[in-house]
């Protein structure tokens, strides 16, 4: 164990943590096995839908900006999370030094961050679209989009550089074992054995803002949008205007409802350390797989330019052809 002194204060960090992982639980290699393929899928998703949108340039507006966000925040969570849950568990390096596990911490938690905060972006471009109709252009521009992702980016590295840094103040005299998968901060502030009161109240305000604020925010933006639907004449324009909110609900259902079943599930029965495993890696890595299938899917916009892509790519590919031939 090393010692770091500050301010007549001495704190006691260890040189490295123990992830533990399942407890006694057969064949449990399988299961990263799993994981594996759900990031397989999610790095080939997303990258196809960002190829997408970069390519096709009838997307190339203010709200496919975010969806492209979304992709690469999914893409980089999971990028943050799995490879390094595979290399611990199935390669077996369950120690991981103290400045790394920190490093990983910051990094699942400022793209989970991330994904939740976009979702909250893409309901604010719905609010404008079905509200605002006319002003929408004038209102969601390129330029507006750009910033307020700015903002995000900015607003999430400074919130948890600092709650990462509120580490630094414990001191682990006693077990170095985190009861978990990745370097969570909940497990790893209950093993200190210092006041943990601070971390206790950053952990509240981590969630609200991470999970509730912007579930609230996005629950209000659709009030509104349920109040003009219900004021459009035609039946036929509304269904319309429902469809081009479909997906992000879906989008949002998929992130937000594992996360709330898994806390309320939590306060009314302890949950036992290998079914808070479980939980939580499904819940961040199945919504950045299903993310870019629904967009592609459900999206009329994104499967339209798929097929324009695929029609432009065999034009040239016959042209090419004909070329060689005449050669």
């Not at 939740?116 to 605002?132: E, G, K, N, P, Q």
Request: charged content about 15%.
């Amino acid at each position: 164990m090393q010692s770091n002194s500050s301010a007549n204060v001495t704190f006691v960090r260890p040189a490295t943590f123990f992830m533990n992982g399942f407890y006694n639980v057969p064949h449990a290699k399988y299961y990263y096995v799993f994981l594996s393929l759900v990031y397989v899928v999610t790095v080939l998703g997303n990258s196809f839908i960002m190829c997408i949108i970069y390519l096709a340039r009838r997307l190339h507006t203010a709200k496919y900006i975010s969806v492209f966000h979304l992709a690469f925040s999914d893409l980089c969570g999971s990028s943050a999370l799995i490879p390094k849950v595979i290399d611990t568990f199935l390669f077996e390096h369950q120690d991981i030094s103290y400045e790394a596990c920190l490093t990983y911490m910051f990094f699942v938690y400022h793209f989970m961050n991330l994904q939740s905060l976009t979702l909250l972006v893409l309901a604010y471009d719905r609010v404008v679209a079905i509200c605002f109709p006319l002003r929408y252009h004038a209102i969601v521009t390129k330029t507006a989009m750009f910033l307020i992702i700015g903002v995000m980016w900015i607003f999430s590295v400074a919130f948890f550089s600092m709650i990462v840094g509120s580490v630094n103040r414990l001191s682990f005299c006693g077990s170095n074992v985190i009861d978990t998968y990745f370097c969570d901060y909940g497990p790893i502030y209950r093993i200190a054995c210092n006041d943990i009161s601070v971390n206790l109240l950053l952990g509240k305000i981590c969630y609200g803002l991470l999970i509730f604020a912007p579930l609230i925010l996005i629950f209000i933006s659709y009030v509104c949008i349920a109040l003009v639907l219900f004021k459009i004449p035609h039946g036929v324009d509304r269904i319309k205007s429902i469809k081009t909110c479909t997906s992000h609900l879906m989008l949002v259902a998929i992130f937000y409802i594992p996360v709330l079943s898994n806390n309320i599930a939590s306060l009314i029965i302890p949950l036992h350390p290998n079914a808070r495993i479980i939980n939580n890696s499904l819940t961040q890595k199945i919504s950045p797989m299903l993310n870019p299938i629904i967009y592609t899917l459900k999206t009329e916009e994104v499967m339209q330019s798929i097929k324009e892509l695929y029609k432009r790519s065999r034009v040239s590919t016959t042209q090419e052809k004909k070329k060689n031939e005449m050669q």
